[in-house]
């Protein structure tokens, strides 16, 4: 279960690689357990165990924390299924992972392994060719050119391998595109370079813009093929940026060449609200622009938004990962680090026959939690939402005037609202607050 | 005097080949430039923070503020820095007011930071307005704010890029909401738009005196990087902005001719040659230390981004109006300088970043600052346009033997102003200096060459030396001709 993902354990790699020559030969129920990441229920508890357990050393996904990335094509301990399965079995003591042979039973074991095999993504068996071109524009291929080939051990395509001026190289192997979605290959500064991608022996089109062109990916594995000519590229055009994106390109999911790599490696800076509260204005994918959004320590985390001074969003688990926002130039959304409970359009709100049109004031750290002030028409409030548990989230509201308060209240999966105790049920809710002009509203979580 | 002759020009040869056009020649120096005197000393941030250093600012006591494209607020006080402030969305300016208060701009707001218990961190953070509209795109910044004499701030709205809402003439666009403007927010926190046609104006500054100076940096409509002077109600050249302009449409932008948005737009004070002087210009920030820094008070210095250097704007008012020349001062800093801010005891702090744009300094980010020992340099101190040339002083002395023609040379060249990506040099040619005369303070000279209005004329002064021998570190001096000095 330990692969390599940090530039410290490269040195295994090699040695790693070896190992995985060795279980592959040796295979004696991979083919089962590859099977078995067909299998949608085994799937399903293999997730559930793996967050239980794995995910606090390995991250919920799978792209590695204290422990190795899990999803990537890198494998120190080998990346045969049944040497997956034995290295949870038998744990790895010296480097601080426990075994798990004999807490979880045979088929829980094999749901883990089923389900990593899953998420797998990227590049396997890897191999390459170089040939040398007479010429930028020379494209005929013959064997007598064909001047290097070999093996990817890490599974990821290097275009600093060619040392001749004009090339063509190829890398092929097997590859796994995500199951459940569609996803693109997505060549940054694409515009002057002179690729061709291949699935399962079919030219793929070329979609996307000039200059960050795409190619669709079919989902799960599939047989890749990526042939560049060096043409008249200058030499930084020619250490290509691959990296696969989803279907609209709003998030990069992984690096399939070294330098996209390189340039992910920044991509993952997680926070997460350990022992206080946390506030954080980010761009956040699926949640609207001009939010904040705030962590609490107990994993309940919400979105308040600043122009429409509404709750735009709530999610379990840890707060963001902010590198796609705050590495290279910023482009991509901050991601959530768990499952929405609900976000934009569903809201949680207040309004008094207003227009709709807040005027946000700020917000202030009171006891180590935020409290946002705004007006809606010329009538004061203020919400202090605090997660009081991991199963309760309450959302206090203020108001100046004496008035009554029409709550809107978003719905969605895992919990339910209530309101002095009672559950509330419907969208709207007209509710008086209390003689101190206070109300709360509380999400409790199943 | 054969034996100066002879050498300055190999020197010159060795360095440049002074005299020499290539409309192409863009490139920046590639040896050391300092003057004597001053030192880089590098400022060891806090650990294992990403203190991307885009808001800088000195309070009365001499404490630094430093606001990060991460989103943290952070004082540097006795060597030690402690963190203020958090969760900002990519801080790109910061202002420490008059009461104390921090007032940050950043993508959606400009927010005032309150430490309200005193205990160090920040624990209000109030909106003070945010009149403009940030539509997630990473091209929007806010960068600012200055304060006037008048209790007003100012900032300036970067347009956006990439994203398929905007309306675009080029590179750059705009989805609305006063992008590509600059804007004024009261002392009631009332905002209104300023001035626009700004592309990616990533420094605002005010001058003592409380006049306004933005940057803007060279791209899509920006044939050059350039200093304007900000006036209220005026457009400065990038058309997408009009678009919320009383009177125009989409169609009626569109359909306008090069020379009608051209003679629509303001005149920059000074170009900023691209490349050899700067790529990306931060703030202007002006040597208000009444010479605790060296000899170049009042002068305004910029920091470049990609160049990692600092150069200076030497003004010069024509007929009432600006305009003036700009000179490197220092370069081979160790990341992108996009700020930068005199201190009380007269040192020059650089703010600095690399990240997404790459700087010739190979760091990501960092913070340095630019002290000076008290040894008085050898440099072009100033230029003032006559009727006949140009008037250059120097921080010292001159050998009289050097002030020769042979010493110098000059070029002038204009820009073509389009929604092309910057702007080759135009009409590129060599000037003949026909006099050189050094005047009775023994420091200052006069040239007399031809001249022409809404050129650049770039002076090489190789050849010069001080009364110990000394050459400048900084030969070139550009000066932007809008107009001749009138016959009045």
């Known amino acids: 279960m330990y692969k390599v993902f940090s530039n410290a354990a490269k040195v295994l790699g090699s040695i790693g690689f070896m190992f995985a020559v060795s279980a592959t030969w040796a295979n004696d129920g991979s083919d089962s357990l590859r099977d078995l990441a067909n299998d949608e229920s085994a799937l399903q508890q293999g997730k559930k165990l793996y967050q239980q357990v794995c995910a606090s050393c390995h991250a919920r996904d799978l792209s590695g924390s204290v422990g190795f990335n899990l999803k990537d094509g890198e494998w120190v301990h080998g990346e045969a299924p049944t040497k997956i399965l034995s290295n949870i079995k038998k744990g790895f003591m010296n480097a601080g992972m426990p075994g798990f042979g004999s807490v979880y039973t045979e088929p829980q074991l094999k749901s883990i392994v089923a389900y990593i095999l899953s998420e797998r993504e990227g590049f396997a068996d890897l191999s390459y060719k170089i040939y040398a071109m007479e010429t930028p524009e020379d494209k005929v291929v013959t064997s007598e050119k064909l001047i290097k080939s070999g093996e990817l051990p890490n599974n990821f395509a290097d275009f600093r391998l060619p040392e001749v001026e004009n090339y063509r190289i190829e890398f092929e192997g097997d590859f796994y595109a995500p199951r459940d979605e569609v996803s693109k290959i997505w060549a940054q500064w694409g515009k002057p370079l002179d690729i061709v991608v291949e699935v399962d022996g079919e030219a793929v089109a070329k979609g996307g813009n000039p200059w960050v062109p795409t190619w669709t990916l079919k989902p799960g594995k599939q047989r890749l093929k990526l042939i560049y000519h060096s043409g008249t590229n200058r030499p930084n055009q020619r250490d290509l940026i691959l990296i696969v994106t989803n279907e609209d390109m709003s998030i990069k999911l992984f690096p399939i060449s070294t330098r996209a790599r390189q340039a992910m490696s920044d991509n993952k800076i997680e926070i997460i609200a ?88 700020g917000y202030k750290m009171q006891s180590g939690d935020p409290i946002f002030t705004y007006k809606l028409n010329d009538t004061q409030y203020t919400l202090t939402p605090i997660a009081v548990n991991n199963k309760q989230i309450d959302f206090t509201y203020t108001i100046e005037a004496n008035e009554m308060l029409n709550l809107n209240l978003p719905f969605g999966e895992g919990f339910e609202w209530f309101v002095s105790d009672q559950r509330a049920d419907v969208e709207y809710l007209q509710v008086s607050p209390d003689s101190s002009g206070k109300l709360t509203v509380s999400a409790r979580l199943d | 005097m054969i034996f100066y002759i002879r050498r300055f020009c190999a020197i010159s040869l060795a360095l440049t080949c002074f005299g020499h056009l290539s409309v192409s020649a863009q490139q920046a120096p590639e040896h050391k430039y300092k003057p004597d005197g001053y030192s880089i000393v590098t400022i060891e941030t806090p650990k294992d923070v990403r203190f991307h250093a885009t808001g800088l600012d000195t309070d009365k006591h001499g404490i630094v503020y430093v606001a990060t494209r991460f989103g943290d607020v952070w004082r540097f006080e006795n060597n030690e820095w402690t963190k203020f402030a958090e969760g ?34 920040a624990d209000e953070y109030q909106y003070l307005s945010g009149g403009w509209d940030f539509h997630d795109n990473y091209h929007e910044f806010t960068f600012g704010p200055v304060k006037t004499g008048n209790g007003s701030y100012y900032g300036t709205l970067n347009l956006s890029h990439n994203d398929p809402n905007a309306f675009k003439m080029g590179a750059m666009g705009s989805s609305g909401g006063y992008r590509g403007f600059a804007f004024e927010v ?41 200093l304007h002077l900000l006036k209220k109600g005026k457009f400065y050249g990038h058309p997408v902005s009009l678009i919320e302009v009383d009177g125009f449409t989409k169609e009626s932008i569109q359909a306008l001719s090069l020379d009608a948005l051209e003679e629509m737009s ?76 005199f201190d009380k005891k007269g040192q020059l702090w650089v703010g600095q970043t690399a990240r997404g744009w790459g700087a010739k300094g190979g760091k990501p980010f960092g913070l340095q600052k630019v002290v000076w020992d008290g040894t008085n340099p050898f440099e072009l101190l100033d230029i003032k346009l006559t009727k006949s040339g140009f008037s250059l002083s120097f921080t010292d002395e001159l050998d009289a033997s050097s002030v020769v023609k042979a010493s110098l040379s000059a070029q002038q060249w204009g820009y073509k102003y389009s929604g092309n990506y910057g702007s080759p040099k135009i009409d590129l040619k060599s000037l003949d200096i026909a006099s050189v005369t050094l005047q009775a303070d023994g420091k200052t000279i006069d040239i007399t060459l031809p001249l022409m209005a809404k050129q650049v004329i770039q002076i090489d002064f190789t050849g010069l030396r001080d009364k110990s021998g000394r050459s400048v570190s900084v030969d070139k001096v550009y000066y932007t001709l809008n107009q001749l000095i009138s016959a009045q």
Request: negative net charge.
């Open chain 2, 266 to 341: 303001e005149t920059p004070v000074v170009w900023i040659p691209h490349g050899e002087v700067a790529s990306s210009p931060g703030n202007p920030e002006w040597d208000t230390t009444a010479g605790s820094f060296g000899p170049f008070k009042n002068q305004i210095f910029i920091g470049d981004q990609t160049q990692s250097n600092i150069f200076r704007v030497l003004l010069d008012k024509v007929n009432g109006e600006y305009q003036g020349a700009v000179i490197n001062f220092m370069n081979k800093f160790q990341s992108g300088n996009i700020r930068l801010d």
């Open chain 2, 88 to 121: 900002l969305h990519e801080a790109t300016g910061i202002l420490i007011d008059d009461d104390g208060s921090v007032v940050v701009a950043h993508k959606p707001e400009l927010t005032r930071l309150i430490d309200a218990n005193e205990d160090g961190v």
């Open chain 2, 186 to 226: 009261n002392a009631k926190g009332e905002f209104s738009p300023f001035a626009w046609g700004l592309r990616s104006p990533a420094g605002i500054g005010a001058s003592p005196t409380g006049e306004l100076f933005f940057t803007d940096n060279q791209g899509d409509w920006v044939p050059t990087s350039k």
């Open chain 1, 274 to 361: 350990t022992g206080k509260t946390l506030v954080q204005r980010k761009k956040v994918l699926g949640v609207p622009s001009y939010s904040v959004s705030v962590g609490t320590p107990n994993n309940i985390n919400y979105a308040f938004n600043t122009r429409t001074c509404s709750v735009v969003a709530m999610w379990q688990g840890d707060m963001l990962n902010v590198g796609p926002n705050v590495s290279g130039r910023g482009q991509d959304g901050s991601l959530v680090l768990g499952e929405f409970l609900f976000k934009h359009p569903q809201t949680l709100d207040v309004a008094t026959g207003s227009d709709g049109k807040c005027r946000y004031q």
